[in-house]
């Protein structure tokens, strides 16, 4: 855990810092890659996946370690081979993942808050789940666990593998070259996010684009077939919480309801987007047809807000970087909490932007936790010892981001929403 969040707090400047960058390119040019409010809700979205993370919030149903210890045949040692082998085996594992997870309705849950953003730029890379509780794609690492390929090294390599899929998720840089061929590419990652019926479940590779064109999976971009982004069932909502969770809402609805024994059962495991027919026929859901009538979600806000809003998510993130700095100094139980007040803190910020009365109720649990922290141990984590009256200015956020939230609640309630 300590180990991990002391990654995280170098690689996260690094992307804030390239999305940045992005930023300034796309006003050079003059293209449109950015939405205020599409952003915020990327970033918490990873966010909230990395305290997910961080927390060690999962259940792995079999690790890799116990694999590598009872089933290798070969006893690999720590060498330039075993990290080639590594990185390999992961981005195998990881296609056969992510073609699992578009492809099998249950598991698109797991990957859907990825696919939801309606834009295409570096802050939606970091749109990550956290409905993934169980590890359950263990059996794709039998390959590389079979050959001995050492777990302190595919410890080292999997954040390494992860963290450069962040590049290719923008649309400021075109094809490139002889590269097409061998990696994932911006040109090819775009084809994979679209929703257009040529690119739909096509370039599920990670790092190497081969796999796609092993498995029969690959599509290029065309010049005549410009990408729409999102999803189909359009989630409607900047909530990244919420849109993690929406469609196994809906499956388990639609096996609640449905007449038919078998289909209460296959509606789990069927094909993405498969409905029993009769609840099809008396509950239908809308999505989008033809992708170039997509209207993208949209929600007003004055200027204030904005600024507000971007105050929140920058704060939020601060006050993250800073649970990592002392998650080894402080009690579990405390850390849980502070998982809490941020998580509750993001879903109420976020349903502001809706103009959800869910936000009301989440900064009311934001302010009772960090209420109840500052009572157990009468400072903030000693903010102190890094921010003078650190604990006096956690106090003051506390009570100006509850009624701010009440002020913009009520000031500027929901003038249109396009969906």
Excluded at 108 to 116: E, K, L, P, Y
Excluded at 344 to 356: H, K, N, P, Q, V
């Amino acid at each position: 855990m300590k180990t991990y969040a002391e990654v995280l707090m170098i690689a996260i400047p690094m992307f804030i810092g390239l999305l940045f960058i992005e930023y300034l390119v796309s006003r050079y040019r003059k293209m449109e890659v950015i939405n205020s409010f599409d952003t915020i809700s990327s970033l918490s979205s990873g966010i909230t996946n990395t305290i997910k993370d961080v927390l060690g919030l999962a259940v792995i149903i079999l690790s890799y370690d116990w694999m590598v210890n009872h089933v290798a045949i070969f006893d690999i040692k720590s060498s330039v081979l075993a990290y080639v082998l590594a990185f390999i085996g992961i981005d195998f594992a990881g296609y056969w993942t992510h073609r699992f997870e578009h492809e099998i309705n249950l598991l698109w849950n797991r990957h859907i808050i990825h696919h939801s953003s309606e834009e295409f730029n570096l802050a939606c890379a970091l749109r990550q789940n956290v409905s993934a509780i169980f590890g359950i794609f263990f059996f794709l690492f039998l390959p590389m666990a079979i050959i001995g390929v050492p777990a302190e090294v595919v410890a080292v390599v999997a954040p390494i593998h992860l963290f450069a899929q962040f590049w290719y998720h923008t649309r400021l840089i075109n094809k490139m070259g002889f590269l097409e061929y061998i990696i994932v590419t911006p040109s090819h990652h775009r084809v994979h996010h679209a929703i257009n019926d040529k690119y739909l479940d096509k370039n599920y590779g990670q790092i190497f684009i081969i796999w796609d064109k092993m498995f029969g999976t690959f599509q290029e971009e065309l010049d005549e077939e410009k990408a729409v982004f999102g999803v189909k069932r359009q989630v409607n909502t900047w909530n990244p919480l919420l849109i993690n969770f929406q469609h196994l809402l809906l499956l388990i609805k639609d096996a609640f309801y449905t007449k038919r024994l078998g289909d209460k059962l296959r509606v789990f495991y069927m094909p993405t987007g498969w409905r029993p027919k009769d609840r099809e026929e008396n509950d239908p859901v809308e999505y989008i047809k033809d992708p170039k009538t997509q209207v993208k979600y949209f929600t007003t806000a004055s200027t204030a807000m904005h600024i507000w809003l971007w105050i929140q998510l920058i704060t939020t993130l601060l006050l993250m970087l800073f649970m990592f700095s002392r998650i080894d100094q402080v009690d579990f139980e405390y850390i849980l909490l502070y998982g809490l007040f941020l998580t509750a803190g993001i879903f109420a910020y976020t349903s502001l932007m809706d103009r959800s009365n869910w936000s009301y109720l989440a900064e009311s649990i934001k302010l009772i936790v960090g209420g109840v922290i500052l009572w157990q141990l009468g400072t903030w984590f000693d903010l102190e010892l890094l921010i003078p009256f650190g604990t006096a200015i956690i106090i003051s956020y506390l009570i100006f981001s509850f009624f701010f939230n009440i002020y913009f609640m009520k000031k500027e309630p929901l003038l249109h929403s396009i969906n």
